[in-house]
T-cell receptor
Framework: GAGVSQTPSNKVTEKGKYVELRCDPI?????LYWYRQSLGQGPEFLIY????????DSGLPNDRFFAVRPEGSVSTLKIQRTERGDSAVYLC????????????FGPGTRLTVL | GDSVTQMEGPVTLSEEAFLTINCTYT??????LFWYVQYPGEGLQLLLK?????DKGSNKGFEATYRKETTSFHLEKGSVQVSDSAVYFC????????????FGRGTSLIVHP
């Protein structure tokens, strides 16, 4: 079946602009995770959804970052007033539900803030 | 907090050479340990995992053994191929709850024909 998909694959924006990044998890997966991966680093956790609710948002760096998952499937990561330091690859992963330890990753969205 | 330390890359090998990528971890309790691989242009995918001490994970000729006494989970392969060129990430996650993993910074492997 289809894997995790993310759109767009690349996003270039200017400092101060607002961006939305989309994640479409594997069908039926109730748990969804967002990560940020800077150059030369491993993925860093941002937020975890179980169904429609954010079960853990402790990794969001500040209040410019926000994510939603209104119907328990597709999720959108929203970044307000982008800064050059936000440039990174944003990864999404899903699992069948709570208690599954193996994550299924999408290909990521490369965000560049000029 | 939990952390994972991997050897720095890139690791450059000739085809059929032996591979070791070192990984050590710091965690409370008894985490599960993972190796994920990221091929060029693709997302991370699970390569192998081990959920308790002395377990050996294996897949595609790769192996790693969960060593609690040395807090290590080194990745090995006896004979690498050009197609193994990728970035390898060691990770851990605490058992129970949300299983949010902690990743190492990744080790790039380049295999030459």
């Amino acid at each position: 079946g289809a894997g995790v998909s993310q759109t767009p694959s690349n996003k270039v924006t200017e400092k101060g602009k607002y961006v939305e990044l989309r994640c479409d998890p594997i069908s039926g997966h109730t748990a969804l995770y967002w990560y940020r991966q800077s150059l030369g680093q491993g993925p860093e956790f941002l937020i975890y959804f179980q169904g429609t609710g954010a079960a853990d948002d402790s990794g969001l760096p500040n209040d410019r970052f926000f994510a939603v998952r209104p119907e328990g499937s597709v999720s959108t990561l929203k970044i307000q007033r982008t800064e050059r330091g936000d440039s990174a690859v944003y990864l999404c992963a899903s699992t069948p539900g709570q208690g599954y330890d193996t994550q299924y990753f999408g290909p990521g969205t490369r965000l560049t803030v000029l | 907090g939990d952390s994972v330390t991997q050897m720095e890359g890139p690791v450059t090998l000739s085809e059929e050479a032996f591979l070791t990528i070192n990984c050590t971890y710091t965690a409370t309790g008894y985490p599960s340990l993972f190796w994920y691989v990221q091929y060029p242009g693709e997302g991370l995918q699970l390569l192998l995992k081990a959920t308790k001490a002395d377990d050996k994970g294996s897949n595609k000729g790769f192996e790693a053994t969960y060593r609690k006494e040395t807090t290590s989970f080194h990745l090995e392969k006896g004979s690498v191929q050009v197609s193994d060129s990728a970035v390898y990430f060691c990770a851990l996650s605490a058992s129970g709850g949300s299983y949010i993993p902690t990743f190492g910074r990744g080790t790039s492997l380049i295999v030459h024909p």
